[in-house]
């Protein structure tokens, strides 16, 4: 199924560039002394959301290993 392991890979990618870009647009809002604090919340949200995501999709991608 290599097929499907270039997707999931692709996906992860996609996703982690997401998480990274939040990142900075986090740290540039907060930055400012008047932000909008309820969109930086929705952003963290979000942000989380992706790093749950993540987190599934490399477990996926991580084979079982029988000890």
């Given at each position: 199924?290599?097929?499907e392991?270039?997707q999931?890979?692709?996906?992860?990618?996609e996703l982690e560039t997401?998480?990274?870009?939040l990142?900075d647009v986090?740290?540039?809002l907060?930055?400012k002394?008047?932000f909008?604090?309820?969109k930086v919340?929705?952003?963290?949200?979000?942000?989380l959301?992706?790093?749950?995501?993540?987190?599934?999709?490399r477990?996926?991608?991580?084979p079982?290993i029988?000890?």
């Amino acid at each position: 199924m290599p097929d499907e392991q270039d997707q999931l890979k692709a996906k992860l990618t996609e996703l982690e560039t997401e998480h990274r870009d939040l990142d900075d647009v986090i740290n540039a809002l907060t930055e400012k002394p008047d932000f909008d604090q309820i969109k930086v919340s929705r952003l963290k949200k979000r942000k989380l959301a992706l790093k749950d995501q993540i987190a599934s999709l490399r477990d996926r991608l991580t084979p079982d290993i029988i000890a």
